[in-house]
């Protein structure tokens, strides 16, 4: 289902910031599976509510006075870099929000997790799911301010990273375009920088998940093989019990949120199936020297998440990467001119997709 249309939520019908719970974190490279799992992780349970993408990157980094009188410029920033703009609520309904998230916090030296949770609150009552207990929220690039996540909301808050085999992640940016960017694919600077991201993202999520029980790994295979198992690991992280009758958990799928600009790219989520043998179509779908690559590049993350690569002589490699090296190189050039041409022409669409960096 299409996101529906932003509105105000009202002193009324807006709960307290109390009412909700710290917030969590699902995480993700991009093409990793993660709107799938979000849909069906939205039908378990009638107290979880996963959020579409939105993104709180900027109000964890925010560096200056974070009161309760900074939070309308903490609002300011976010907003202006695109990270709420599925979160449902209208402009007039954000500056309300972050209203009261000021009267809420008023004295304290650090409003920022009080802004989230008003947000959070208000965005929930707007989509008619002001009695959700637990918010699992949706943005790939959280993983890499982990430190920053913990430090803001506290050891409560808990963070899920789901991942997926490195070259059926690379093979679907590949040919994917991305939907606020639709002039470029996920992965714009080729094999090289889809293989450089996934190790970057898979290598932060076990480390972090080594030094805290807050983050817990899921692999997409895994929960392909056996949702109801993976699913219920996840619930019990987050502190739940798995709980919904089999109508209910259709009916929630169904309306589950996903942005008009996604629907597209979401085609297979939004079917409700579980393919299997999608799984494994970056076999057939894959070049040669981009599986070479990917394979050479996220060997550590591979590693440390249990997926399988031969071993490569390094004399057959030189070619691949170097043919690789130019297309990344073209690649990002290219990225940068085009940015800064829709940017200028002002048609850039606001939004996130994950891969602009």
Not at 103 to 111: E, L, M, N, Q, S
Not at 214 to 240: C, K, T, W
Not at 243 to 252: F, K, N, Q, V
Request: glycine share 8%; with cysteine.
């Amino acid at each position: 289902m299409q996101e529906s249309p932003a509105r105000s939520a009202t002193a009324a019908d807006a709960p307290t910031t109390d009412a909700l719970p710290v917030p969590s974190w699902l995480t993700y490279d991009s093409r990793s599976g993660s709107t799938t799992l979000s849909r069906r992780l939205d039908a378990l349970h009638r107290g979880l509510w996963v959020t579409p993408e939105i993104g709180f990157d900027t109000v964890v980094a925010w560096k200056g006075a974070a009161g309760a009188d900074a939070l309308p410029a903490i609002a300011q920033a976010s907003a202006a870099a695109g990270d709420w703009v599925n979160l449902g609520l209208a402009p007039d309904a954000i500056a309300a929000a972050v209203r009261a998230a000021q009267r809420t916090a008023a004295g304290a030296p650090d409003a920022r997790a009080v802004l989230v949770r008003t947000l959070l609150a208000h965005a929930a009552a707007a989509r008619g799911r002001a009695g959700v207990t637990h918010v699992l929220v949706k943005n790939g690039t959280h993983l890499r301010s982990v430190e920053a996540f913990r430090a803001t909301f506290g050891e409560g808050t808990r963070m899920v990273f789901l991942a997926r085999d490195p070259r059926a992640v690379a093979e679907s940016k590949l040919r994917t375009r991305r939907p606020y960017h639709p002039w470029e694919t996920f992965a714009w600077g080729g094999a090289i920088h889809a293989a450089v991201r996934w190790n970057d993202y898979a290598v932060r999520a076990t480390d972090a998940a080594a030094r805290w029980p807050g983050m817990l790994v899921v692999r997409f295979e895994d929960y392909a093989a056996n949702p109801g198992e993976q699913s219920a690991r996840i619930l019990a992280h987050l502190g739940m019990a798995p709980a919904g009758d089999a109508a209910a958990e259709s009916a929630s799928a169904a309306t589950y949120a996903i942005p008009a600009r996604e629907a597209a790219i979401h085609a297979r989520a939004v079917s409700g199936a579980l393919d299997a043998a999608a799984l494994d179509e970056w076999r057939t779908k894959l070049g040669a020297r981009e599986r070479l690559v990917i394979e050479r590049l996220c060997r550590e993350g591979m590693r440390r998440l249990g997926y399988d690569a031969a071993a490569v002589d390094a004399a057959r490699l030189a070619l691949p990467f170097a043919l690789e090296s130019a297309r990344t190189a073209y690649g990002i050039a290219r990225h940068a001119a085009l940015g800064r041409w829709h940017r200028w022409r002002g048609t850039a669409a606001a939004g996130r997709d994950g891969d602009g960096g």
